[in-house]
Each structure stands twice: as structure tokens, then as C-alpha cells.
């Protein structure tokens, strides 16, 4: 079973950049599409990257479009979130999470596994 463990969070002010990481310790990442996700305080949880297996197709959402980048590492087992050009309504808690469908999916409740999070606090 895939455990999922999202690193590279923290306080950042806005313009700033962080590279969030998504590491697998039970399991490897190549059967799987991948996500970024996350939650605001009082809001639902929103698609914010995916990426498939291979990294060959990638999808974002729109409040993201252009600043952030989602990539993987298939030897390392690891996915990653480039965030840059924050702005203080990015700051949430950063999910990654794992789907064994076949197309890059943007729900979250059609995920697979989920790691803990990771908080991204952005300054004004």
C-alpha cells in the first residue's frame, strides 16, 4: 500500500517561492497518476496539479495556471509542487495523493491514497 509524505511547507512572503515534495514509503509511484490538492480554512478541498504516470500530461486548476509547476521523479519515487509568485490566498494545507485511473483526474474523493498535508502560509 502506497503511504504518502508531503514535505517543503512553511512561511513564505507573497512573490515567494516553495518546492513542495511528495515522497512514497510503502510503495512505487509508477502505477499511479498524482495530485496536489488543498484546503483552506472553512473552504473545500480544490484541485491545484496532476500529473500522469509518466509525466507526460499534466493538469491544473485555474487559480494556479502558469505560477505553479508539477513535476515527478519516477527513480526517486518522489512528485513535486513548484509554487511560485505567491499570493496570500494560496495559503492552505497541500495534499498529494494517488489514483490508479487511467486519465488525470481533478476530484478529489476519486483519489486513492492521501499523505498528511503540508501547511503553505503566505504573507501579505
Known amino acids: 500500500q502506497v503511504q504518502l509524505v508531503e514535505s517543503g511547507g512553511g512561511l513564505v512572503q507573497a512573490g515567494g517561492s516553495l518546492r513542495l515534495s511528495c515522497a512514497s514509503s510503502g510503495g512505487t509511484l509508477t502505477r499511479y497518476n498524482m495530485g496536489w490538492f488543498r484546503q483552506a480554512p472553512g473552504k473545500e478541498r480544490e484541485f491545484v496539479a496532476g500529473i500522469s504516470r509518466l509525466g507526460r500530461t499534466t493538469n491544473y486548476g485555474n487559480s494556479v495556471k502558469g505560477r505553479f509547476t508539477i513535476s515527478r521523479d519516477n527513480v526517486s519515487n518522489t512528485v513535486y509542487l513548484q509554487m511560485n509568485n505567491l499570493k496570500p490566498e494560496d495559503t492552505a494545507v497541500y495534499y498529494c495523493?494517488?489514483?490508479?485511473?487511467?486519465?488525470?483526474?481533478?476530484?478529489?474523493?476519486?483519489?486513492?491514497?492521501w499523505g498528511q498535508g503540508t501547511q503553505v502560509t503566505v504573507s501579505s
Open positions: 495523493a494517488a489514483d490508479l485511473a487511467a486519465l488525470v483526474r481533478t476530484t478529489s474523493d476519486e483519489y486513492d491514497y
